[in-house]
């Protein structure tokens, strides 16, 4: 047991190096295609990895058992659309120097699970809970009365987006990769159209006369897929306690990068509601691994 529970620490400890430092490397030295290029990309090959994958491992009777379900079928197409939010303003953020702030919603994003469980799942609160949400919502307060022109709205949108699509995956609890397999289904024919659109005005850069921007670009699809099975098998060897302090990994590897690596600008105002939000995060972990 104590041999499978280190595993599920050293995969989830993978994924989460990989979503901090691994994509953001990528994704970065891709931003000279247009982060809108890069988002459409990201969208279809992701979805044909899956494809391939669900043939690897015979998925699809359990494709063809979630798509039977309506009730699925819709949470699937309403969480398609929040990862889709998710991916380009993510993506967004990395191809305009705003990795901080991206990271900035991945500080937050748990925090802002464990609110929304108590208001859609009545998941009970304590003390030390209600002080982290409480240091986060006066974090965005700060930043709002403070440096409204420097809100870190890409940071918002990207903790909200994923919270409430965990949320979501949460209520309608199907697999990982089939659910997002079909959420790419719903994503690909808007992303096939722009992609049309795109290449109809000669701004695509991926093309047969340069196949190894191409193959370079076909990458956003593992880089996605890679770093989810590694994450989720961490957290079905070793629990949703330790791998939620093990995630914390991956903004604080976006944020070093995004400082150190790029010179990122960090105002004396973020700086403050950073520290909120870290005193917050160390709170919540304190919490979390203390009773689990």
Partial sequence: MNQQFNKGLLLTSLGSFWWGFIGVIYFKYLEF?????VVIHRCIWTAVTLIITSFIFNKWKIFFFIISDKKNLIGLFISGFLIFI???????AVATDRIIDASFGYFIMPILSVFLGYIFFNEKLNQRRILSI???LLSIIILLFFSFKSLPWVGIIVGLSWGFYNLIRKKINVDTDIGLLIESLFIIPFALIAFYIVYQKGLNDFSINNPGLSLFILLAGPMTVIPLFLYVRGVELCGLGPTGMIFYITPTLQF??????YDETFSMIKLVSFVLIWIAVIIYLKDLYETN
């Fill in 33 to 37: 295609i247009g982060f809108v290029e």
């Fill in 86 to 92: 998710n991916w380009s303003v993510w993506i967004y």
């Fill in 134 to 136: 409480s240091l986060v």
């Fill in 256 to 261: 070093l990068l995004g400082f150190f690596h």
